[in-house]
């Protein structure tokens, strides 16, 4: 991943009247990484798309795109950009391929047909693009909407709720392109969504808002803790011996104890030397679990959950 951002958001803060949206927010989003923009309704996560596309004034700090003010110097920096907001708009009595031709004549980069084969290719469109766009399911217009999105080779992919509604297929389809297109054309993409188990597998890093302050960003590895240590579960019997075992030879590394089962946090070596002390004293192991926390669990746990 280059060091140098394609996108950065300098101290913005946006206020209506007296009352503060975004809150000094500060980010930054590279070549090549998919970032998921996480937040409750309201947050402003839809405020911060609008401005970094131009569509909202920023009332301080700045929105950099590849140096370009967004602000001070528009053409240039949203020269940049691709989009899509919830689900594109397309002329139905058209095909496909017609539709992108249409656009890549508004756009003043000339855009080349073997470049619109490529994106059609991309997100694999190829055997109905010629088909009438009124035909097409949504998970079809989306993938049109991303070829769109592509024609003039952005740097940054922003897409506002990509995978709204649609089937589980659509959805693992539109993860599966967006990941695709991140890594193989070296794009940043920044993902606005609700759908927290998506964003956990589509995603290289996380940032959460919550009434409008960014409060945290992190890789999703790190986030959801499957660095150097996983929570374990051990089905185990009898259990009391189990435990008992445990804190005498490791102290505090028992978390949990329930119905048949201990729970506790180790190294991947550590799951192979439990087992073993497990089994040299006698302790009959049902089952080994992995049992991970999930983007959902830490989300609401940071934001306060129903709060």
Same mark, same amino acid.
């Given at each position: 991943m280059s060091k140098k951002p394609v996108v950065e958001l300098n101290h913005v803060t946006k206020r209506i009247g007296k009352t503060t949206i975004i809150d000094d927010l500060n980010l930054q989003v590279f070549p090549g990484e998919v970032f998921g923009f996480l937040g409750?309704?309201?947050?402003g996560k839809t405020t911060t798309i609008r401005m970094m596309v131009g569509l909202m004034d920023i009332t301080e700090g700045e929105i950099l795109i590849h140096n370009h003010s967004i602000e001070e110097n528009f053409e240039k920096a949203i020269a940049h950009v691709g989009g899509i907001i919830e689900n594109p708009e397309m002329y139905k009595f058209l095909s496909g391929y017609d539709n992108l031709v249409h656009y890549a +004549?508004?756009?003043? %980069? &000339? $855009?080349? %047909? @073997?470049?619109?084969?490529?994106?059609?290719? !991309?997100?694999?469109? /190829?055997? +109905?693009? &010629?088909?009438?766009?009124? *035909?097409?399911?949504l998970g079809m217009r989306q993938r049109l909407g991303l070829a769109q999105a592509l024609l003039h080779s952005p740097s940054l992919l922003i897409l506002d709720e990509p995978t709204n509604g649609l089937d589980p297929a659509g959805i693992r389809e539109i993860r599966n392109y967006i990941r695709q297109i991140a890594h193989e054309e070296n794009m940043a993409v920044f993902v606005s969504s609700h759908l927290l188990s998506e964003m956990q597998l589509?995603? @290289?890093? $996380?940032?959460? $808002?919550? *009434?409008? +302050? !960014?409060?945290?960003?992190?890789?999703? +590895? @790190?986030f959801v803790g499957t660095s150097? &240590?996983? &929570?374990?579960r051990y089905h185990v019997s009898p259990l009391d011996q189990a435990v008992e075992l445990l804190r005498s030879t490791y102290g505090s590394v028992v978390e949990s104890v329930g119905d048949g089962f201990i729970d506790t946090t180790v190294s991947y070596e550590g799951i192979a030397d439990l087992t073993e002390l497990f089994v040299t004293h006698h302790i009959r192991v049902y089952g080994? /679990? *992995?049992?991970?926390?999930?983007?959902? /669990?830490k989300f609401l746990e940071m934001t306060g959950g129903e709060k």
């Open positions: 409750p309704n309201g947050a +004549r508004m756009v003043p %980069k &000339k $855009i080349s %047909k @073997d470049r619109i084969h490529e994106v059609v290719k !991309l997100v694999g469109l /190829e055997e +109905r693009i &010629k088909h009438k766009v009124g *035909n097409y399911s589509m995603c @290289d890093r $996380i940032g959460i $808002i919550q *009434n409008g +302050r !960014l409060i945290s960003v992190e890789s999703v +590895r @790190d150097s &240590k996983q &929570k374990i080994i /679990e *992995n049992i991970q926390s999930t983007l959902e /669990e």
